[in-house]
């Protein structure tokens, strides 16, 4: 009996199935999806039972918070508090919501004294920023009754932050200082999105009532300082500037960075970018900047050599900021490749494993779903070395999606041939011969689109390598004289690459061949990113990190990287990097 149909009987009896029964088939049939559709159902029927000690037995992590809450319920359900509590705070302080399931283990943890009332409006707080108000108001329960009220102000606070400057918060009506001065600096950050200069206002009269903590005065600065940035004001920088460096505000320096940039304040983000350590800096964009804007500035030998030291210490970094600061200095890019380190004999035994045969008896027969599910489902209860072993075999086995998905759960990234796969090989070479379109450009969109699962379909409804939504599809499709597919036809690898790159050449030759802005393009449309070109020249680095949406940033610059390494794959010359991102008009 194969795993499947073993897991059908039993289902279909579960109700009735005891643990020793169930516990031998999560044994035999251990790593396939049917085991762990098993366990699933009967690690929540045994929760609604509250039978915690067969829960325990049959338990496996699979990264969900509501099987964590499960978790956590059985230890002290057993009589381990400690460790149902430990770390819990963690999981607790996120400003969505989370599953019902785990709301009787935080009532639990209110009720023994473990969640008090400052995590609860640390809770709060993350939930509001998050515009999740009813997550907030949840929170009330958790909270001592004569703390009510004050979430109820924040929360009106939260609809209409101008009742800050109607109705003052005193210390009548908030007596907690650290509760009263978090609803002003919430309230104040909410104004300034809407209003920097009744912000301004509101912040003089909070400096002249309280004394702010340090951290709650960097948070009303930078909220103030970054709201009249952003209209062009440049006395947000003198409020940005009052912000001391420390370890624990780097996310407010890459704010103030972002918004000197932004106004083409070279001599703060010269400045600013120096107070900023490299390990906060993973990219190298602060160091790059750094050294343009010492450029920007420079008026002797001094300056340049900071810039060029800038720019030397940003190219050790294998990343497009570092690509492009070691073209400027005439290095080569640190590719830095470092072959997956496994042993030779667990991956011959992973290959030669029951289920990888199943597994390829699969693949011939087209069910690429499966292949997938049973693939993530055995990968993830692996430890990290075993899933690095998992990468090299799936590449070795031609599932180049289900390997790049192992080596990054092994959070593994120096092996560049198993994270930039060349496969679909014949397609994308006849697909970008007939474009005229560089491969490593294609190879780089389909890696950001799908990372090479043909099947993959997004909420927005794109689908396939190239990610096409349907409509486009269509489009593109009567343009060459072919016939109009349907949605399921997209999934087709070759199919789906020769009308994404079609697609992607329109985009070529939409936007004079710059391909910055196709990429963007390809991501936002043309007509988003017709909006967005600049009345005069810009340079491309300075456009890209003033595209509107924050996901088309992230696309055009992961594609211009990864076209970077599919240059190396392809045995190619080092791609010019400046030159793609030459002046947008």
């Known amino acids: 009996m ?27 049939y251990q790593g396939t999806a049917a085991a762990e559709r098993l366990r699933e159902q009967w690690l929540r029927r045994l929760v609604r039972e509250q039978r915690w000690s067969d829960y325990l037995a049959a338990h496996a992590d699979n990264g ?72 907030a108001a949840f929170q009330s329960r958790y909270l001592p009754q004569e703390q009510a009220p004050w979430l109820e102000l924040m929360l009106a606070v939260h609809r209409r932050p101008g009742l800050l400057l109607e109705q003052p918060i005193t210390a009548e009506r908030v007596p907690d200082e650290a509760r009263r001065q978090q609803i002003l600096v919430y309230g104040l950050q909410r104004l300034a999105a809407e209003a920097p200069s ?57 704010q103030r960075l972002r918004l000197a940039l932004r106004l083409r304040a070279w001599q703060p983000l010269a400045d600013w970018s120096e107070q900023l350590p490299s390990t906060a800096d993973e990219l190298g964009k602060w160091r790059y900047w750094r050294g343009k804007a010492l450029m920007q500035i420079a008026s002797g030998p001094v300056e340049r050599a900071a810039a060029a030291h800038a720019f030397a210490s940003a190219a050790e970094e294998r990343t497009l900021w570092g690509f492009l600061a070691a073209e400027l200095i005439g290095r080569p890019p640190a590719l830095a490749h470092q072959p997956a380190p496994v042993d030779a004999r667990a991956l011959d035994q992973l290959l030669g494993s029951d289920l990888v045969q199943q597994l390829k008896t699969l693949k011939a027969l087209g069910r690429d779903a499966d292949v997938r599910r049973e693939w993530l489902d055995l990968v ?75 099947g993959i379909a997004s909420h927005a409804g794109a689908v396939g390598l190239m990610q096409l939504m349907p409509p486009t599809a269509r489009e593109v499709a009567l343009k060459r004289g072919l016939p109009e597919p349907e949605r399921r036809d997209l999934i087709d690898p070759a199919l789906n690459i020769s009308l994404g790159t079609a697609y992607l050449a329109q985009m070529q030759r939409r936007f004079g061949g710059h391909p910055l802005i196709a990429s963007a393009a390809y991501n936002a449309g043309p007509t988003a990113v017709s909006r967005w070109l600049p009345e005069e020249p810009m340079p491309g680095d300075l456009w890209m990190t003033e595209i509107p949406y924050a996901e088309t940033r992230q696309y055009v610059r992961r594609v211009l990287t990864y076209r970077v390494f599919y240059r190396h794959r392809l045995g190619l010359p080092p791609l010019r990097v400046g030159a793609m991102l030459r002046a947008v008009q």
């Open 2 to 28: 194969t795993a499947d149909q073993a897991f059908v009987d039993l289902r279909a009896r579960l109700n009735e199935a005891d643990a020793q029964e169930v516990q031998r088939f999560l044994a035999r």
């Open 64 to 135: 969900s918070t509501e099987r964590d809450c499960w978790y956590r319920r059985a230890l002290f359900g057993t009589g381990r508090a400690a460790e149902a509590f430990s770390g819990l705070s963690e999981r607790y302080l996120t400003g969505r919501s989370l599953p019902s399931d785990c709301d009787p283990l935080f009532a639990i943890w209110a009720e023994v004294g473990g969640l008090r009332s400052p995590l609860v409006w640390a809770r709060i707080e993350r939930a509001l920023h998050a515009n999740n108000p009813g997550v």
């Open 198 to 254: 009744k912000a301004e206002q509101l912040l003089a009269s909070i400096g002249a009532a309280e004394r702010l903590p340090v951290r709650l005065a960097e948070r009303a600065d930078a909220a103030v300082g970054s709201a009249l940035a952003r209209t062009g004001d440049h006395r947000g920088l003198d409020y940005l500037a009052r912000l001391e460096p420390r370890f624990d505000n780097q996310d407010l320096q890459r």
């Open 380 to 454: 993830r209860v692996m430890p990290p070395e075993q899933k690095l072993v998992a990468a090299v075999a799936a590449a070795e086995l031609g599932f180049a999606n289900e390997s790049i998905l192992a080596l990054s759960q092994a959070a593994y990234w120096d092996d560049l041939n198993l994270r930039f796969p060349l496969a679909y090989a014949e397609q994308a070479r006849q697909a970008a011969a007939e474009q005229k379109l560089a491969l490593d450009w294609v190879y780089a969109v389909i890696r950001q689109e799908s990372a090479f699962d043909p």
